[in-house]
């Protein structure tokens, strides 16, 4: 009895590994040909990240600097809010900004539903505390003679603030990349607000997820592997940061 039963489990597993076999090569296949319906996805989710971390720098980064350098009534409880908001679920922040774009919502009017830049307010929302959170604790890292040595030089105003940054740059660097990251891999917000609309709102997460539930399962791994590429070069930068950050 027990050899047949691991003749049938060995039998299932050949098929399995068959199974999978097949579907990498045929993702290859789909990746070398340059297969419209993978590298439309891989586009948009390029362009709807790319936007929500430079609005999200532009916004989070001074925002990071005031939290991190200042002392001010109610700095430690908004650190802890946005310190909290790192572990945002994406489902959740789908919902919310879906209940503010959708027609009854207060920016209904602007018609971001079920279009990229709705999937890109999604992103920034998600985005946005972990630059705040991670640019202030750069901040707050840094040596207290870094700024006595930068206001003894002169630097005021503008300048000491773009000073401060640039000595933190790997911190912010690691800020930026961290966040990125998490917009990039996420699912459930881009589906909510994009509608996972093919050629124009369909993510490599939210097409990974359709397609291998239609059972094209190579596409799918396509997808998955261009995705990992992605996540590998993000989380080599990333370890790039920490070291030189370790090494100043």
Known sequence: MYI????????????IMEYILSGIAEAFVLLLKGDEEVYSAVSATLRASTAAIIISLVIGLPLGFLL??????????????????LALPTVLVGLWVYAFI?????????????????????EVVLALPIVIALSAQSIE????????????????GKRLLFDILWEARYGMLMAAITAYGRVISEVGAASMLGGNIKWRTRTITTAMAFETNKGQFAMGIA?????????????????????????R
């Open 4 to 15: 047949i039963f691991l003749s049938i489990a060995t039998f299932e597993g050949g098929n």
């Open 68 to 85: 991190g350098y200042f002392d001010f009534p109610g700095r430690r409880f908004f650190r802890s809010v946005f310190d909290a908001l």
């Open 102 to 122: 959708s027609n009854r919502g207060p920016l209904g009017g602007m018609n971001l539903l079920f279009t990229l830049k709705g999937v890109i307010v999604g």
């Open 141 to 156: 890292e840094l040596d207290l003679s870094v700024r006595d040595t930068l206001l003894t030089l002169g630097a005021s």
């Open 223 to 247: 997808l998955g592997m261009i995705l990992l590429l992605i996540a590998f070069i993000v989380n080599s930068t990333l370890s790039y940061a920490k070291r030189r950050r370790q090494t």
